[in-house]
Structure formats: C-alpha cells, structure tokens
C-alpha cells in the first residue's frame, strides 16, 4: 500500500502568466518547472516576490514549493507564483488568511496588456502628425 502524498494546491494568475503551486511538506525547497528557484527568476527583485507570503507566515522552512508556470514574462510568472503560494498557504491553514490579506497577498492583480489598435503605433501612442 502506497502512502498517501500530502499537497496544496493553488493557482495564481497575473498579466497572461498562470502558475500552479503545489505546497508538500519539506525543508523549504522551491522548483519551478524543474528548474532551481534561483536559477529560472535571475532577477532580486522576482526572488523577493515570490518568497513574500512564505516570509510572512512564518513557513518558509517547512514547505518544499513545486510550481509550474506558463505564458507571460518572467515579472508576471513571478506575480502568478506568488499569489498561487498565497492561496496554497491558505488552503492549508485557513488561519493564515487574516494576515495575507493584510498585505495583499491574495488580491489577483487586474492589470493586464492592453492590445494595440489599428492607425496607431501601439496601444495608446499614435504616429506622429503632420500638419503639413
């Protein structure tokens, strides 16, 4: 008979990324898409992000993250993986939820591209007019 597998499940979403975060008892290792956390987000800034609701409640150490995480940049997978591990968190202890919510950690964020229009040069800019 097979052991059970105690996870997390959660998804986050942000611009055109989706990241799903699976939580499993560990020593505070994160993979994502197979790859080591510090290797895939080369950027401090992402780092930081990603960890922040792992820092905040106190778990950082007794969770190993697996993620795997498509579409958009590397800003907005960071922004997906981040609200994934928040809701992940949650799921697990639903007690943990005030203080998420305190810092925005589980608020999925709206903005996304805005497509270009045709007659312009992007999505807001025009071509430059000439009167003459």
Do not use: W
């Not at 998420?100 to 807001?124: N, V």
């Amino acid at each position: 008979m097979a052991a059970t597998l105690v996870q997390y499940l959660g998804t986050g979403r942000r611009k055109c990324a989706v990241a799903r975060v699976f939580l499993r008892p560990g020593k505070g290792q994160i993979t994502i898409n197979g790859r080591p956390f510090e290797e895939y987000f080369p950027t401090e800034s992402a780092r930081v992000q990603v960890r922040q609701p792992l820092l905040a409640t106190e778990t950082a150490d007794k969770f190993d993250v697996l993620v795997t995480t498509s579409g958009g940049g590397l800003s907005g997978q960071a922004g997906a993986v981040r609200l994934g591990i928040a809701r992940a968190l949650v799921e697990f202890n639903s007690e943990l939820r005030p203080k998420l919510k305190e810092l925005g950690l589980l608020t999925r964020d709206p903005r996304s591209h805005e497509r270009k229009k045709y007659g312009q040069k992007g999505a807001r800019k025009r071509f430059q007019f000439s009167k003459r």
